[in-house]
């Protein structure tokens, strides 16, 4: 079964040919990320123009790379939401004219659904699987999630942050000292081989004894820390002094260790056969690592997808696409964008 995969909620226009939910035969993706960094985050306008521009030449190249033609294709998956509205209504459109000019079936995929398949993708590209129920920790830039997973496809959401996203955390922090943006791969980079117990940032706890996460708190504390210092914003990520290293070395340690403190003790209350950790924050090196800690102390494996499944692409949309395919899931031509998409 051949899917194409569209994607286009943020700030990456992606497509991908993925066959049988797990062979990806392309995968292309045109970031915006070097257009919205002088603004230091994302502009919803600019960012829909691009797409705009890059949506044939995207798709286009997904084709020629897997070597097909669209008669070929079995189905068309897009990302129906969550995500910017006008962002999601330039891929829902493009895939709405390729399935209903060639004749195919047009699925429509929750942008979370898509990284959680994103392990399912690369353990099944290895010949492995993953054992379910699996407990899923989806953290991107708008998600900060606990998910439980009795079979591929279907979700019992288990916790989620109330306030920020970790990796809006991280990219707000890196903005506050001027380090541009995405803020998670220059934090992870300059955090290497730096003092992470410079600063003992602390993250609130939530007492209700649910596994939600809060992190708006720890961006304040920075702040203060910050100012209480005189730290300044430094002219370019290469030119920065130790203190700033040690500060965002402190604060990636207290965010990892937050993240995966809940997803422990979900996971020693649910009693899941396996652990996933998906989203664009999954690609952080203290994360990987310690998580892979964590499941070792907890005698489950753990799946985390390779770094370029784990940020925003197609080939995890194409894969969640087939899933929902075989579950009977199919859109109309009405199909619309749905900015605030619940998953489930
Ligand atoms: O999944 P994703 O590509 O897009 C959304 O669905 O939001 O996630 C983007 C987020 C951004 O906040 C970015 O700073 C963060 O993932 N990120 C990282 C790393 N790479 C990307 N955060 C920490 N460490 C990284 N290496
Ligand atoms: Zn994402």
Same mark, same amino acid.
């Given at each position: 079964?051949?899917?194409?995969?569209?994607?286009?909620?943020?700030? =990456?226009? *992606?497509?991908?040919?993925?066959?049988? $939910?797990?062979?990806?035969?392309?995968?292309?993706?045109?970031?915006?990320?070097?257009?919205?960094?002088?603004?230091?985050?994302?502009?919803?306008?600019? *960012? /829909?123009?691009?797409?705009?521009?890059?949506?044939?030449?995207?798709?286009?190249?997904?084709?020629?790379?897997?070597?097909?033609? #669209?008669?070929?294709?079995?189905?068309?998956?897009?990302?129906?939401?969550?995500?910017?509205?006008?962002?999601?209504?330039?891929?829902?459109?493009?895939?709405?004219?390729?399935?209903?000019?060639?004749?195919?079936?047009?699925?429509?995929?929750?942008?979370?659904?898509?990284? %959680?398949?994103?392990?399912?993708?690369?353990?099944?590209?290895?010949?492995?699987?993953?054992?379910?129920?699996?407990?899923?920790?989806?953290?991107?830039?708008? !998600?900060?999630?606990? #998910? =439980? @997973?009795?079979?591929?496809?279907?979700?019992?959401?288990? +916790? &989620?942050?109330?306030?920020?996203?970790?990796?809006?955390?991280?990219?707000?922090?890196?903005?506050?000292?001027?380090?541009? #943006?995405?803020?998670?791969?220059?934090?992870?980079?300059?955090?290497?081989?730096?003092?992470?117990?410079?600063?003992?940032?602390?993250?609130?706890?939530?007492?209700? $004894?649910?596994?939600? #996460?809060?992190?708006?708190?720890?961006?304040?504390? %920075?702040?203060?820390?910050?100012?209480? !210092?005189?730290?300044?914003?430094?002219?370019?990520?290469?030119?920065?002094?130790?203190?700033? &290293?040690?500060? %965002?070395?402190?604060?990636?340690?207290? @965010?990892?260790?937050?993240?995966?403190?809940?997803?422990?003790?979900?996971?020693?209350?649910?009693?899941?056969?396996?652990?996933? %950790?998906?989203?664009?924050?999954?690609?952080?090196? &203290?994360?990987?690592?310690?998580?892979?800690?964590?499941?070792?102390?907890?005698?489950?494996?753990?799946?985390?997808?390779?770094?370029?499944? /784990?940020?925003?692409?197609?080939?995890?949309? +194409?894969?969640?696409?087939? @899933? $929902?395919? &075989?579950? +009977?899931?199919?859109?109309?031509?009405?199909?619309?964008?749905?900015?605030?998409?619940?998953?489930?």
């Amino acid at each position: 079964m051949i899917v194409l995969g569209i994607e286009t909620s943020c700030d =990456e226009t *992606a497509a991908a040919v993925v066959v049988d $939910g797990h062979d990806v035969r392309s995968n292309v993706i045109a970031s915006q990320v070097d257009l919205h960094a002088r603004f230091g985050g994302v502009v919803p306008e600019l *960012a /829909s123009r691009y797409h705009l521009e890059n949506i044939c030449p995207v798709i286009s190249k997904a084709m020629s790379d897997a070597g097909l033609a #669209y008669p070929e294709l079995d189905a068309v998956a897009v990302t129906q939401g969550p995500g910017l509205i006008g962002s999601l209504l330039v891929g829902v459109q493009a895939a709405k004219a390729i399935a209903f000019v060639h004749g195919k079936p047009l699925i429509p995929v929750h942008h979370i659904a898509g990284h %959680v398949q994103a392990p399912f993708l690369s353990a099944a590209a290895a010949g492995g699987s993953i054992p379910l129920p699996a407990l899923a920790l989806v953290v991107s830039g708008g !998600h900060t999630h606990l #998910y =439980e @997973v009795p079979e591929e496809g279907s979700y019992r959401l288990v +916790g &989620r942050t109330r306030d920020d996203a970790a990796g809006e955390a991280f990219d707000k922090v890196a903005k506050l000292m001027g380090l541009g #943006y995405p803020g998670g791969p220059v934090i992870d980079r300059l955090s290497q081989g730096a003092d992470d117990h410079a600063i003992e940032f602390t993250i609130a706890r939530i007492k209700d $004894g649910s596994s939600d #996460y809060s992190f708006s708190g720890i961006k304040t504390a %920075v702040l203060l820390h910050v100012r209480r !210092h005189g730290i300044q914003p430094v002219a370019s990520p290469d030119d920065a002094p130790q203190e700033v &290293r040690d500060l %965002v070395a402190s604060f990636e340690r207290a @965010v990892v260790t937050a993240l995966l403190r809940r997803f422990k003790a979900a996971a020693q209350e649910l009693s899941p056969r396996s652990l996933i %950790v998906t989203g664009g924050v999954a690609a952080n090196t &203290r994360l990987r690592r310690e998580a892979a800690r964590t499941a070792e102390s907890l005698g489950l494996p753990i799946f985390i997808p390779p770094i370029a499944l /784990s940020t925003d692409n197609a080939a995890m949309i +194409g894969a969640a696409g087939f @899933v $929902g395919f &075989r579950m +009977g899931r199919r859109a109309g031509w009405d199909l619309n964008a749905s900015p605030q998409l619940p998953l489930g």
